[in-house]
């Protein structure tokens, strides 16, 4: 039977609860008017409106786009989604006496792991391999973007860290930055150096396609893996130990689970159940006019079983780092998903990042108690 005290913790989690979401309701008309206060702002303008267009670029161009009502939804959602999120830290904290003994087991068990020291050679190869794979041809993107420099507007910390466009001086010490520390870190010692210099090199690369708009996710698994990669190296290179603490390995993995899902719940969150009713891939298909897309396009059931397929894909990665024998079918299936989006819409390339960081899951971690 529960006890007093869960009793009274599980009233004020559903008074809380109930107060909060009684909040959003009142919040909701608010929401509407300062959306449309946004969008109708000058962007130049001084005053909160133009804060919105320093977090979203992109608003500039879109409000032209869709209508009001898009934006008015959009803008639902943020709130929705900040509602269940004081919900859930609230839940944490009221009931985080039940939940501290489970958490400390599983990252005992989970987060608390190690590798064996030689993995590290062929995962550092391969990561850094990845890396060359997407910028080996970077001096040349720059070259191509200095045609288009009038046009080159740069967001968010990019007004901080290249308020212009560089010359091409700049350009060519970015590229020979990335090229020599991939070098670094395959041949030299001391990797963990050469790693941090990688990870802000590109960085800097991608604020230069920032600043003309180049608002995608293409880099971001990589990009989160070669800022916390330096931490794992770092800490291999403190010892000669025949195992290596591999918590920063778990991390890359969580932050690899955790990019699928928010993309596949934010599909949901957008769309909702009319997902899985609606033409979006098949319209996808007949916009790109590729080949083989045009040919599944003329498939309407099946475009719709494909887009039930990537929602589950994506949020069924959240599950990964709980159940590693999912690796045997989710890191495949990944693979075909990136790889027929390419082939299907001409997105990225025959190299994708996204599943070139799978090699995380590919070399065995085993507890620090078997040390």
Not at 302 to 308: G, Q, R, V, Y
Request: a positive charge; one cysteine or more; charged letters at 10%.
């Amino acid at each position: 039977m529960m006890n007093r005290k869960l009793l009274q913790q599980v009233f004020f989690f559903i008074l809380l609860s109930a107060l909060l979401w009684i909040a959003y309701s009142f919040c909701i008309y608010y929401v509407k008017v300062l959306t449309l206060e946004v969008l109708h702002a000058n962007p130049s303008s001084k005053g909160w409106t133009s804060w919105m267009y320093e977090l979203y670029p992109r608003l500039q161009t879109e409000k032209w786009r869709f209508n009001e009502t898009f934006f008015i939804s959009k803008t639902k959602q943020v709130l929705i989604r900040s509602t269940m999120s004081i919900q859930l830290i609230v839940g944490v904290y009221l009931f985080r006496s039940y939940l501290i003994e489970p958490l400390r087991a599983t990252y005992d068990r989970r987060i608390q792991v190690n590798i064996q020291r030689k993995f590290i050679p062929i995962i550092t190869l391969l990561l850094y391999t990845c890396l060359a794979l997407v910028v080996y041809n970077a001096i040349l993107e720059f070259k191509a973007l200095m045609f288009f420099a009038p046009f080159y507007k740069p967001a968010g910390i990019g007004k901080l860290l290249l308020p212009v466009f560089p010359p091409i001086s700049i350009l060519w010490f970015i590229y020979f930055a990335l090229i020599g520390s991939i070098a670094s870190v395959i041949l030299l010692p001391k990797k963990w150096i050469a790693a941090s210099l990688a990870a802000v090199a590109f960085i800097y690369y991608q604020l230069i396609l920032f600043g003309f708009g180049k608002y995608d996710h293409g880099f971001s698994t990589l990009t989160y893996a070669l800022l916390i990669y330096p931490f794992f190296l770092w800490e291999s290179e403190k010892s000669n130990d025949d195992v290596v603490p591999a918590w920063s390995i778990v991390l890359i993995q969580w932050m690899i689970c955790l990019a699928y899902f928010y993309c596949g719940l934010e599909k949901i969150f957008t769309s909702g159940i009319y997902w899985f009713a609606s033409d979006n891939l098949q319209q996808h298909l007949l916009i790109h006019e590729t080949s083989l897309g045009l040919k599944l396009a003329s498939h309407a059931m099946l475009c719709k079983i494909l887009s039930f397929g990537v929602i589950l894909l994506q949020l069924s990665f959240i599950l990964l780092p709980f159940q590693k024998r999912l690796a045997y079918i989710l890191l495949p299936a990944g693979f075909i998903f990136h790889s027929a989006s390419w082939l299907l819409l001409d997105a990225g390339g025959l190299f994708n990042p996204w599943w070139g960081v799978y090699l995380f899951f590919l070399f065995p971690l085993q507890s620090q108690e078997t040390k």
